[in-house]
């Protein structure tokens, strides 16, 4: 980071247009970006025009909502070590481990399904988007409208979300899957509670 004051107004003032573009990539509104994050519209408004001066608090709740780092927010140089420290979380029974740090165009993520009862209904749902999976290990049940299908490990699907789907582990046992998918489904299948 720049040592010189003059080299540090820089950075900030940088910061406005990369919020921006964040959130326009997310194709979220100012007011759920202020729901998500708790900061007013007006002072999101404010960060991504230059007229107000982001805060480290302010940084760090944009940062969490868009799961980024700090640096990818303020524009700081790459480091040397490109690997990514993945914290995962849950959502809907299912652990979720972030594998991209901040692609505006797909995220990547592994993702542990537990195990669902053969035959048990699959709670499907559509949006705007692509989704893409791989099986990494177990059987993944992948329900695309009225049809279903079993995905061995090391096979693959790629689908319009727009068709109502959805996946399950195909057995009691758990199943492990890469998951890349386009803005919209990470905002429907990762954000959404």
């Known amino acids: 980071m720049p040592r010189d004051p ?56 944009l940062a969490a909502a868009y799961r980024a780092s700090l640096d990818d927010l303020v524009g700081a140089p790459q480091i040397a070590d490109p690997r990514i420290h993945p914290k995962p979380f849950y959502r809907n029974g299912r652990a979720i481990i972030p594998l991209t740090r901040n692609n505006p165009d797909v995220r990547a993520f592994k993702m542990v399904l537990p195990g669902h009862p053969p035959g048990a209904p699959i709670e499907q749902g559509s949006h705007e988007g ?18 279903e299908i079993v995905l061995e490990p090391g096979e693959a699907a790629e689908f319009d979300t727009r068709v109502p789907h959805g996946h399950a582990s195909a057995s009691d046992e758990p199943a492990e899957i890469l998951n890349l998918l386009s803005t919209q489904g990470e905002r429907v299948h990762v954000r959404s509670p």
């Open 6 to 61: 003059d080299d540090l107004e820089a950075v900030l003032d940088a910061v406005a247009p990369r919020l921006r573009e964040l959130r326009r990539r997310r194709g979220d509104t100012l007011a759920q970006l202020s729901a998500e994050t708790g900061i007013s519209t007006s002072t999101l408004s404010r960060l991504e025009s230059g007229l107000r001066k982001p805060t480290l608090d302010l940084l760090i709740r």
């Open 130 to 147: 692509y989704d893409w999976i791989y099986v990494l290990s177990g059987r993944v049940r992948l329900a695309l409208g009225d049809d």
